[in-house]
């Protein structure tokens, strides 16, 4: 597969306390990975669903990574993961997220990513 998304096959949606990223591998293939800000700043991934036929390819990393990101732009403080569903085995959903920088929230039981919000430029007028 190519090492990047193709810009032009990713549509990005980041407005009110919502990211959707969509990736379209053709007209009738998709993934996407989404997520909804809770509380202010806490942020939960509401899916992320690689087109079965793509799976093990690095999509479900690069979308999940930009996901992140995009909170991170956004001011995000934390993303938590519930891993589990889809009739997969929760121990490769782990695996996946782990592989992401996501750790275990052992008092919630679920994983999470701590973000540092991006500082604004103090110089910038
Ligand atoms: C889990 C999922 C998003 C991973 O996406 P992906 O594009 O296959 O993942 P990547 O190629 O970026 O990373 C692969 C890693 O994810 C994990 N993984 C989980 N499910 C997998 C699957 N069905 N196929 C391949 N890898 C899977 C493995 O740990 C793998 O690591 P490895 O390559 O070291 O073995 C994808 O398999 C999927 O959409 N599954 C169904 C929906 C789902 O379970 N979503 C997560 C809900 S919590």
Redesign the pocket.
């Known amino acids: 597969m190519e090492n990047e998304l193709a810009p032009e096959n990713l549509i990005v949606n980041a407005f009110g306390g919502s990211v959707d990223l969509l990736y379209r591998h053709s007209n009738f293939e998709a993934s996407v990975a989404s997520a909804t800000e809770m509380e202010k700043g806490e942020w939960w991934i509401n ?4 087109h079965r036929a ?8 690069k979308l999940v990574q930009l996901l992140v990101k995009t909170i991170k732009d956004c001011g995000g403080k934390e993303v938590t ?1 519930a ?4 009739g ?1 085995d929760p121990k ?2 782990y ?2 997220y782990y ?1 992401n920088g996501f750790v275990d929230d052992n008092a919630r039981q679920l994983l999470v990513i701590r973000l540092t919000p991006v500082v604004e430029d103090q110089d910038a007028v």
């Open positions: 899916r992320v669903n690689v793509y799976r093990g390819n690095g999509y479900g990393s993961a891993p589990g569903g889809y997969e490769k959903q695996n996946f592989k």
